[in-house]
């Protein structure tokens, strides 16, 4: 059994928008200083979010409600193995960013 509270990386919170996302997945990130380009990226999100780390289990439970994720290459390079070693699988897609940052994004879906 992998260890449930490994940190994956970091999404951004605003108390009045929610959670950035990418269309209707959350976007998580492997380091801060990504995250916040990420952000700059989005138009329509506060420039000024809070920033809180995600964990492995809390993203197996969002999955487990049918939610979705955007995952850097970063973020998914800790987030693959631990769900391999659970046994998961989950159906990934290679997403461009909509931005020009021109990031490359992995969708982890339960559909």
Excluded: W
Aim: aromatic share 10%; proline share 7%; glycine share 10%.
């Amino acid at each position: 059994m992998p260890q449930r509270r490994q940190t994956i990386g970091y999404i951004a919170v605003h108390p009045a928008d929610g959670v950035l996302c990418d269309g209707t997945a959350c976007v998580v990130a492997g380091g801060q200083s990504d995250l916040h380009r990420y952000v700059q990226a989005q138009a329509d999100f506060p420039a000024s979010p809070r920033i809180e780390k995600v964990f492995f289990d809390q993203i197996v439970l969002g999955l487990a409600q049918g939610g979705e994720y955007v995952l850097d290459r970063r973020a998914y390079r800790r987030f693959y193995p631990l769900a391999q070693a659970m046994g998961g699988d989950l159906p990934v897609t290679l997403l461009q960013s909509p931005s020009d940052n021109r990031q490359d994004f992995i969708l982890v879906s339960p559909y």
